[in-house]
Nanobody
Framework: VQLVESGGALVQPGGSLRLSCAAS????????MNWYRQAPGKERELVAV????????NYPDSVKGRFTISRDNTKNTVYLQMNRLKPEDTGVYYC?????????RGPGTQVTVSS
């Protein structure tokens, strides 16, 4: 299983970013996918979940209405569209999946929201 995130950047408050996660090594379309983030000094936070087919998504209140998770099962890729970014959204963003009972994640991509 390999997951590789991309798309992180420095962005001003109020701006937008789209993160991507390319997956390989497993049957991508059969598994739910997650995005979570880790900021220095803060607990890891799950920010988006999408079902294997993409019909069901879930978000915590902290990002609901601003973040949108989606997936393209033909490209083995999951996305995270982030709008109206806030400084508190700063962190390393990871995509993850539980495959055969084991949690896999990518190396992460840094998102910094600052003026």
């Amino acid at each position: 299983v390999q997951l590789v995130e991309s798309g992180g950047a420095l962005v001003q408050p109020g701006g937008s970013l789209r993160l991507s996660c390319a997956a390989s090594g497993f049957t991508f379309s059969s598994y739910a996918m997650n995005w979570y983030r880790q900021a220095p000094g803060k607990e890891r936070e799950l920010v988006a979940v999408i079902s294997h087919g993409g019909s069901s998504t879930n978000y915590p209140d902290s990002v609901k209405g601003r973040f949108t998770i989606s997936r393209d099962n033909t490209k083995n890729t999951v996305y995270l569209q982030m709008n109206r970014l806030k400084p508190e959204d700063t962190g390393v963003y990871y995509c993850s999946a539980v495959v055969a009972g084991a949690l896999f994640r990518g190396p992460g991509t840094q998102v910094t929201v600052s003026s």
